[in-house]
């Protein structure tokens, strides 16, 4: 993860972070490998003519880079119809190779856990006791150390 | 009396990150008034077990982001009267009384501490009198974070399991194991506020303080440690050429990993023989 100013504000201050009172629907997205997850919590508005993310707020069991994904994938989802939704967890999704295989993951884990919120919210409609999605994912967390590992090498001059 | 408690964690870390922003004699004071906080924490968290109402450790969200010191400690000061107040319908006047005391002197201590400038939100991420190479700064911005998190955690998990325990044996062990992760929390605090880069650890979620499997968290707890250990060798590694106080610093730390490692190994052996009788 390279880092800029506005990364780092993320990191300090997470956007949408904590569980939310009074949500209309959750989502879990999950790393099967590891155990590592991310809960969304979502209130849904209704007073447009299509219904749409009016809070959103989410938790994760992960690292630093889950929660960055986090913070910024909830901001971009706020205030979107669920269409909206849909598009950007697929342009989520088509953005995934582009990133390196750990960064891959923990988005996935946020774009899946968006999805299974919206997708549980629209099954309770018919069924309101339908139980709260989880979506696992696909790509796999490598263990974040080339960074260090580059310093080192680069310091030993290999 | 829940509400109270969550008062009560919330003032812990307000005066906690107000010590790691502190660089004069005011920052010990802070951290002794937070070691406090967190014993009144655990003492109205001991109240509610014995009444048995239920309880998490979900709080509100912590702004600590000031210029000056004064800001912060006028917010602690509210956050202590809030508490005191609402003591009065606490059920355990011994209680009421003990905590009560505690706030009318440190809130005496707050409102004459000498104000500071506060640098601890700048991320200008260097290091007084260090120069790190930009990689070297991205590592350490990263571990400081995680690291920053997985203390505060692990604080809270062992104090949920501590207060959920009445094993004397595990409970010493568990309480060696929050003494150590409050002084590598507060190493971090204080190392993210000398960058520039202090910020308030992130709730922890119900699942992971309020564990199912105590064996099966003690062997992911063990695996943990010793990836700990190893990004505290790569990490030592890394600045080790522009600042042999850091990586000792980092080799301190990796070889305390060790004590948790052998901690951990203590409580499961006694958990696994406690479940085979």
Redesign the interface.
């Known amino acids: 993860?390279?880092?800029d100013?506005q990364l780092?504000?993320h990191?300090?201050?997470?956007k949408n972070?904590?569980?939310l009172e009074y949500s209309d629907a959750q989502g879990i997205g999950k790393n099967p490998e590891n155990g590592e997850k991310v809960?969304i919590y979502i209130r849904v508005g209704k007073d447009e003519v299509a219904p749409y993310v009016e809070e959103i707020r989410f938790?994760?069991?992960g690292?630093?880079t889950t929660?960055v994904a986090g913070s910024m994938l909830t901001e971009e989802a706020k205030g979107l119809n669920f269409n909206g939704v849909q598009n950007l967890v697929e342009a989520t999704m088509k953005l995934l190779d582009r990133l390196p295989p750990e960064d891959a993951a923990c988005s996935e884990m946020v774009a899946l856990a968006i999805k299974a919120a919206v997708d549980t919210y629209e099954k309770r409609i018919s069924d309101p006791d339908y139980p709260t999605i989880t979506y696992k994912i696909v790509n796999s967390c490598v263990?974040?150390?080339d960074?260090?590992?580059?310093?080192?090498n680069?310091?030993e001059g290999k | 009396m829940k509400t109270i408690m969550i008062k009560a964690h919330e003032a812990w870390l307000a005066t906690l990150m107000a010590g790691f922003m502190s660089k004069t004699e005011n920052k010990q004071v802070l951290f002794d008034f937070s070691d406090i906080l967190f014993r009144h924490f655990t003492w109205l968290e001991n109240e509610l077990i014995e009444l048995d109402e239920p309880y998490n450790y979900d709080r509100d969200a912590i702004p600590i982001k000031v210029e000056k010191l004064s800001d912060l400690l006028h917010d602690i000061e509210k956050r202590l009267s809030e508490i005191d107040l609402q003591l009065l319908s606490s059920p355990d006047k011994n209680l009421d009384e003990r905590i009560s005391t505690d706030i009318a002197y440190m809130r005496d201590v707050l409102q004459h501490m000498k104000d500071e400038d506060i640098t601890a939100f700048s991320m200008e991420r260097k290091f007084p009198d260090i120069v790190l190479t930009e990689e070297a700064t991205d590592a350490l911005t990263l571990f400081l974070f995680e690291e920053t998190y997985k203390e505060y955690e692990l604080i809270m998990i062992y104090n949920y399991l501590k207060a959920h325990s009445s094993d004397a044996y595990l409970n010493r062990i568990f309480q060696i194991l929050i003494d150590e992760s409050f002084f590598h929390l507060k190493s971090f605090g204080d190392m993210g506020a000398k960058m520039g880069l202090l910020a308030v650890p992130r709730l922890v979620m119900k699942e992971m303080y309020q564990v199912e499997d105590v064996v099966q968290f003690l062997k992911d707890g063990i695996n943990e440690e010793l990836a700990a250990k190893e990004e505290c060798k790569k990490l030592s590694e890394a600045v080790s050429k522009d600042s042999p106080e850091l990586e000792k610093f980092f080799d301190f730390i990796n070889h305390q990993e060790n004590y948790h490692i052998s901690l951990m190994k203590d409580a499961l052996k006694h958990f696994e023989k406690k479940n085979n009788g």
Not at chain 1, 147 to 152: D, M, P, S, W
């Open positions: 993860m390279s880092m100013a780092i504000e990191m300090m201050n997470p972070y904590g569980a809960a938790q994760a069991i690292c630093t929660v263990v974040k150390d960074t260090v590992e580059v310093i080192a680069q310091k």
